[in-house]
């Protein structure tokens, strides 16, 4: 069991490691020295960086299709086996991406709460959101490399461990239809993160320094480990829909970091384009029953080839976007 588990890893050579790694570490480094200063981020280079990080996530899957055309892997997932070329590791990967793009979203919104609560979206100090995001989205990178490889592991020790996954799934869409159409705020300055931090060091209640740390830990600092704590849950919620679809730890973990990596950017525009996109949750919800379904029937041997997945999902995704801007938010009517 543990050897088929351990099996897709194995396929995984130092090539791919470096093709990986090296473009990534770059790109990453690149952004981090050009927004160093921590200035306001604009909505023009919001957009101009995320059409960055989509090319550099376009250009590795030309490695993807390279490596696994001219190495083709057979590999087993509990009782079934795929042989993956080219073509069907390209639609894997962008299936991965664009799941994890769009699973963000609703992180996305959460952080702007936290960062509302901390009262850093006013004019003054907005400036701040752009530090805080960037270390807490690098942390995210390496709460994702963590579950999405035990969520390759375990769904490869056994398929019923599937179905297990499909009831995370549909939990998370229970709980996403509990709170739609509901505008609470929580007040992330009372989290349990931030109540457990402050019992263990001492804090200062000013952010002037621009500091995390200043005489004690700042609310700059409080901020962004609630943000990774949260982050924690929303990997979490995450790992099951990317394996469903996926499964290959390679195409797992490569798409779903470049897709992390551009979080930041996504942020801002996301911010500013949230009134406009009232029919995305809704699209992701369906998105993720059909995940569910997915998992239930892998885990009985069916399962759908790869090219038919991400047609599913960026189907439901267009849609979601289209509605969004062709229809006016029925809530809105209600109002008026």
């Known amino acids: ?28 480094s690149i952004d981090l020295f050009t927004h160093k200063k921590g200035q306001k981020i604009t909505m023009g280079n919001a957009l101009k960086w995320s059409l960055i990080w ?9 490695y993807v299709w390279w490596s ?3 190495n083709p892997r057979t590999e087993k997932f509990g ?24 699973l963000a979203l609703d992180n996305l919104f959460a952080f702007y709460l936290i960062f509302k609560s901390f009262g850093l979206t006013s004019e003054k100090n907005q400036h701040f959101q752009h530090r805080i995001l960037y270390w807490g989205i690098l942390g995210a990178i390496v709460f994702r490399m963590f579950f999405l490889g035990l969520g390759a592991f375990m769904a490869n020790a056994s398929p019923y461990v599937l179905i297990g996954f499909a009831l995370v799934v549909l939990w998370t869409v229970f709980k996403m239809w509990q709170s739609a159409g509901h505008t609470v705020e929580i007040d992330y ?35 962004l480990f609630c943000i990774e704590m949260c982050d924690v849950v929303f990997a979490f919620d995450s790992m099951p829909v990317i394996v469903a679809v996926v499964r290959d730890p390679y195409l797992m973990i490569t798409s ?35 995940v569910a379904l997915k998992l239930i029937g892998s885990a009985f041997g069916y399962h759908l080839d790869p090219a038919i997945s991400v047609s599913v999902v960026a189907f439901i995704l267009t849609a979601g976007v289209i509605m969004s801007l062709a229809v006016p938010d029925p809530k809105e009517l209600n109002d008026a």
Not at 7 to 18: E, G, R, Y
Not at 54 to 62: K, N, P, Q
């Open 68 to 70: 696994f055309e001219n």
């Open 189 to 223: 300055t009372n989290h349990w993160s931030v109540r457990f931090m402050r019992k263990l060091t001492p804090t200062n209640p000013s952010i002037e320094s621009g500091h995390f740390f200043s005489h004690g830990v700042t609310p700059l600092f409080l901020c």
């Open 54 to 62: 989509v090319a550099c996530a376009a250009a590795f899957a030309g």
């Open 1 to 28: 069991m543990i050897e088929d588990s351990l099996s897709p890893f194995k396929a995984i050579s130092m090539l791919d490691v470096l093709a990986f790694l090296v473009p990534f570490i770059v790109a990453v």
């Open 256 to 290: 779903s970091l470049w897709a992390a990596a551009g979080l930041r950017s996504l942020y801002f525009l996301l911010v500013a384009a949230q009134s406009r996109l009232w029919a995305l949750d809704k699209a992701i919800m369906i998105l993720l029953i059909f």
């Open 79 to 102: 009782d079934m086996w795929r042989t993956l070329d080219g073509s069907g590791a390209v639609s894997l990967y962008a299936t991965g991406y664009i799941l994890e793009k769009a």
